[in-house]
């Protein structure tokens, strides 16, 4: 079946780094894009970043732009979010998903538009 795991997650001192990964799975062909959500305790679940997966074409959310870069290995079906000058309100559960319908351009932000999601990978930045 079609799966997504994540990896990376974990505790950093803010303006520390950590890359995630999101690997996939069981898709008959490359959905038309990944993205990376964050979810923190009593808030609504945000759009961080995401990825097409034919011209890498990206979109990132204003709170993380300059910050974080998402990339992709199509060999490997690994997509990344390279996370740098991390602060405390980045902390949060990071999960990957797949959109495989492409209604927007150049990918979506909003999590309805994905229907597979991984299990999450926390990252917590405090000192």
């Known amino acids: 079946q079609v799966q997504l795991v994540e990896s990376g997650g974990g505790l950093v001192q803010p303006g520390g780094s ?3 990964s999101c690997a996939s799975s069981g898709f ?3 959905p038309y894009a ?3 959500f964050r979810q923190a305790p009593g808030k609504e679940r945000e759009g961080v970043s995401c990825i097409t997966s034919s011209e890498s074409l990206t979109y990132y959310a204003d709170s993380v732009k ?3 870069t998402i990339s992709r290995d199509n060999v490997k079906k690994t997509v990344y979010l390279q996370m740098t000058s991390l602060k405390p309100e980045d ?3 990071y999960y990957c998903a797949a959109d495989e319908s492409g209604a927007y351009y150049p ?3 909003h999590a309805y538009e994905y229907n597979t999601w991984g299990q999450g ?3 917590t930045v405090s000192s």
């Open 18 to 20: 950590l890359r995630l």
């Open 91 to 93: 902390t949060g559960i």
């Open 34 to 36: 990944i993205g990376w």
């Open 107 to 109: 990918c979506s932000r």
């Open 28 to 30: 008959i062909s490359d």
């Open 66 to 68: 300059g910050r974080f």
């Open 121 to 123: 990978t926390q990252v």
